[in-house]
């Protein structure tokens, strides 16, 4: 019995060794305005994997980038309205399981999946935004907490007091990845002429394409 335990222990370990020592995979997103590269998040498979195979696939190369909120988010993919009641959906369109990940949060340049207002807070699959925002500070975000009942640990406040993103949308948007090369991209594309509600006068389209590990290795370097 004892050395069943040792056994299950030791597969557990090894288990949890390789899943922390996975390799992160990136994305590289080319838009008219420029280009940046996404590391896609360990911690967030299911998200992470439906992301991966909607890139493979070329689905958001069909896509744009119609929905830009200066000071907020650059939203991409599949509109909201394509999900309502009624509407046909494609077979890459349903709903993921949130996955809140902890030191997951939305950091200016943190990439999360869109989503209606279901109870379950479950993610579209074919939408995504890239996290603008803007900087709190101390007071907001101790306001934030109150009204969103969440937690920032001190690291967190420090990023959303100097470099920005959206706070209120922590543990309730899915995080599933995060731009680490070419964030400059941000201000160019929230820079293009919109409407009120957001909608470039010009599309903004969209090519995603999944690096390899040579190819990722080479780009941040």
């Known amino acids: 019995m004892k050395k069943s335990l040792l056994v299950a ?7 949890a060794n390789t899943f922390a020592q996975q390799k992160n995979q990136y994305v590289k997103i080319e838009t008219p305005q420029g280009w940046c590269v996404v590391k896609l998040y360990n911690q967030t498979p299911v998200h992470r994997d439906n992301f991966i195979k909607l890139v493979k696939s070329h689905y958001f190369d ?14 991409g993919g599949d509109q909201d309205s394509l999900y309502e009641k009624g509407h046909v959906l494609k077979p890459e369109m349903y709903w993921i399981a949130p996955e809140f990940a902890a030191g997951l949060y939305h950091r200016r340049g943190a990439v999360a999946m869109g989503r209606d207002g279901n109870a379950a807070q479950s993610s579209f699959t074919t939408q995504f935004y890239i996290v603008d925002g803007k900087t709190y500070t ?19 406040r420090n ?3 100097t470099i920005g993103g959206t706070p209120f949308l922590d543990q309730h948007y899915t995080v599933f990845g995060e ?15 919109v409407d009120k509600a957001g909608n470039p006068d010009k599309a903004v389209w969209m090519k995603l394409t999944l690096l390899t590990d040579k190819q990722a290795d080479k780009i941040l370097k």
């Open 9 to 15: 222990a030791l597969m557990f370990c090894l288990l």
């Open 62 to 75: 069909a896509t744009t980038f119609n929905r830009i909120l200066k000071n907020f988010v650059i939203q």
């Open 138 to 156: 101390n007071e907001q975000l101790d306001a934030i907490e109150i009204k969103y009942k969440t937690h920032f640990t001190d690291e967190q």
């Open 159 to 161: 990023v959303y007091r």
């Open 179 to 193: 731009i680490v090369k070419g964030i400059e991209l941000i201000d160019r594309i929230t820079a293009v002429k």
